[in-house]
């Protein structure tokens, strides 16, 4: 069996690392893939963009079924394509993936399936976003409707800072046409959870719940990130939220989008803000997180393979999806600058240590360069440790982290804290 992975970081390393292991021993490809993905796949010079050319990919190299990693190609329509070349893929349809590519229609989504979120009001001309602001409590939630690339959020607390981001936005176009359109929303007090699941449109298949740490520096302090560690289990998902958040955000979600005509199938990500025990969504995304996905597929313990086609044949209540009794937390380490301006081609040393060796270490931003690994990118490596405990977990994590090096790396030295010292 041949798969194609679709990505090129730490999500999609975790994920070809997964399905490495499946008994069923598939052929793995990954597009573009980076210097970690390497060992474990044959890594194809196409961008995760260029749909046209991974279709040609696929039927050229017979294939037999493709995962998604990022939310562009699902915006986009890969899903859609392949679909209608009779190609069997892991991912929802462009329709589906509005839920992550439209914060607009998926507040009008979560209004229809009375799912809690976050008060939010829509408007598309910056005139009316001022005027209503005048009124709005602070601090207040600014989003962009659009893909953004995670930069789309700013959370003012004074009216100016608020009046700035709508003007950025609807007239400057700092994020081109994603921001045309805004939300306003109500501002949620609370801790944030992370609950993906698998769904085939149907059944709904919670995964365990996690937490990323966004913010650049120790102490949730300095500018947002993509991502710079995640822990699993999160003890805030304790079993009756999970169990709550299934029944009252993901199943209504599900079997909303199936009755509007456009069933979603693959992993919708539900990340949550909970306040005083109940969970509020902030959103969805049509894809599994980076960096959750590094924590929360090592303790996946169904064969990875085995869900994939149980969702793409819609037939996932009928397996038993099991997860193992361990924890991890995954550092992410990245360029110094980083979410600011870095320098690419660092060499990385202290790969093949055998502090290394005890963790798993996940390429986000890494390139081959003659027979060294030099850095690629501004998250580089996601190094997810496991154990018995979030606290040995996160021992097993740092432990190598610190074997390895490269210029100007920079992580965060407290991923998990709020875990591990309560
Ligand atoms: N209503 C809200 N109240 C408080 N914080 C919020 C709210 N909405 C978003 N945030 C914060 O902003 C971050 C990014 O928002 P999110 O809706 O997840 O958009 P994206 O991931 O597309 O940037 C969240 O992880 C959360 O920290
Ligand atoms: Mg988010």
């Keep these: 069996m041949k798969i194609l992975v679709v990505g090129g970081g730490g999500r999609e390393h975790t994920i070809v690392w997964k399905l490495a292991q499946s008994p069923r021993k598939p052929v793995l490809f990954c ?243 909970v306040v005083n025990g109940m969970p509020y969504v902030l959103e969805f995304n049509a894809r599994m997180g980076d960096p959750e996905t590094q924590v929360v597929l090592p303790l996946l313990k169904t064969d990875l393979l085995d869900v994939i086609e149980a969702v793409i044949e819609h037939r996932l209540d009928q397996l038993s999806v099991e997860w193992h009794h361990d924890t991890a937390v995954c550092v992410v380490m990245t360029s110094g600058g980083y979410p600011g301006q870095y320098q690419n081609g660092f060499p990385l040393h202290g790969l093949q240590s055998e502090a290394a060796a005890h963790a798993l270490v996940f390429h986000a931003g890494t390139a081959r360069k003659n027979d060294a690994v030099v850095t690629a990118g501004g998250r580089v490596l996601g190094i997810t440790g496991l154990g018995a405990t979030l606290k040995k977990a996160q021992a097993e994590a740092y432990q190598a982290v610190s074997a390895i090096s490269f210029e100007r790396c920079h992580y965060r030295k407290d991923i998990a804290h709020r875990a591990v010292t309560s």
């Design 31 to 273: 597009a573009p893939g980076n210097a970690g993905i390497e060992s474990m796949a044959t890594c194809v010079p196409i961008k995760a963009e260029d749909i046209a050319a991974l279709k040609d990919f696929v039927i050229r190299e017979q294939i037999d079924c493709t995962v998604v990693g990022p939310e562009v190609p699902l915006a986009l329509g890969i899903a859609d394509e392949f679909r209608r070349a009779k190609l069997k893929i892991f991912g929802p349809t462009k329709n589906a993936a509005r839920l992550e590519a439209s914060k607009t229609f998926s507040k009008d989504v979560m209004a229809q399936a009375k799912i809690p979120t976050a008060r939010a009001k829509s408007f598309d001309k910056a005139a009316e976003a001022l005027a209503y602001l005048e009124q709005h409590e602070l601090p207040v939630v600014i989003k962009a409707d659009g893909l953004a690339q995670g930069k789309g959020v700013i959370i003012a607390t004074t009216r100016e800072q608020a009046c700035e981001a709508v003007i950025d936005a609807m007239e400057k176009g700092v994020f081109g046409q994603a921001g045309k359109q805004v939300l306003i929303e109500q501002f949620l007090n609370g801790e944030e959870l992370t609950i993906m699941a698998f769904t085939d449109g149907q059944t709904v298949v919670p995964m365990l719940p996690a937490q990323d740490h966004k913010r650049v520096g120790d102490g949730d302090t300095g500018l947002n990130t993509g991502g710079m560690g995640a822990y699993c289990p999160a003890p805030l998902g304790t079993p009756a939220l999970r169990e709550h958040v299934a029944r009252a955000v993901l199943q209504p979600i599900v079997e909303t989008m199936s009755r509007l005509g456009s069933p979603f199938q693959g992993v919708l990500y539900a990340g949550l803000m």
